[in-house]
């Protein structure tokens, strides 16, 4: 009897044992299934997270350097109009010693008035012209008359530095007006102006002296 109940045990406590080992191994199982797909929603979710964020940081940084390349365009632009403004101030500025080399002149003995016309880049009286402004004031002023003498420049109001360009005309002012005060004119019947808006024959670059005869 006794070895037939250990028999009975025997066969009674394996079918408790497959339980408890399945019920382990289905636990297993579960715990990786549930793992693997929380893994799985979280690598996605991560990944999409992370190409948001590319793409945002992407359009950021894109953004940052277009608008230092509009800067840098901007700042090239000044600087090249700089640029061309010192190379003009320069060239003027090397024009008010340059020596005239031609001149042209024209008298109107009905207006008592004479044109000097300058090259762009000169300021000098030419001994020509200057021979011919001398006979023409001994003229006018030799004849009994009393003249007030009046020196007109021209300016070119389109010369991208202004001020080198008036600089340009009261110097021309005072090349005549040297003349002048050589042939013994009184320095106050001597005025001067300028013009910055006539043009003689296609130039801003003349000189005019008007006689106007005094009453």
């Known amino acids: 009897m006794d070895g037939r109940r250990e028999e009975d045990l025997t066969a009674i406590a394996w079918p408790g044992f497959v339980d ?11 715990f990786v299934m549930v793992t693997a797909v929380a893994l ?8 999409s997270k992370l190409e948001q964020l590319m793409k945002t940081d992407y359009s950021t ?9 509009t800067e840098v365009q901007k700042q090239k632009k000044v600087l090249e109009h700089l640029l061309a403004e010192y190379e003009q101030e320069l060239y003027q500025t090397r024009a ?4 005239s080399q031609e001149q042209k002149t024209i008298i109107n003995e009905n207006n008592n008035s004479l044109i000097v016309f300058f090259g762009t880049d000169s300021i000098s009286v030419t001994k020509d012209s200057e021979e011919k402004i001398t006979a023409f004031l001994n003229k006018k002023l030799n004849s009994g008359k009393k003249y007030k003498v009046k020196i007109i420049a021209g300016k070119n109001p389109k010369a991208p530095i202004k001020s080198i360009a008036r600089k340009l005309a009261v110097a021309r002012i005072f090349n005549l007006r040297n003349v002048m005060l050589s042939l013994k004119i009184e320095p106050n019947d ?3 102006t300028i013009n910055n808006k006539e043009q003689v024959e296609n130039s801003y670059h003349w000189t005019k002296i008007e006689l106007k005869e005094e009453k």
Do not use: C, D, R
């Not at 399945?22 to 636990?27: C, G, R």
């Not at 008010?96 to 020596?99: L, R």
């Open 20 to 30: 408890i080992l399945s019920a382990v191994i289905i636990m297993f199982v579960f």
């Open 40 to 47: 799985y929603v979280h690598t996605i979710t991560y990944k």
């Open 61 to 69: 940084k894109t953004k940052v350097l277009e608008q230092k390349i």
């Open 96 to 99: 008010e010693f340059s020596e």
């Open 190 to 192: 001597i005025s001067a």
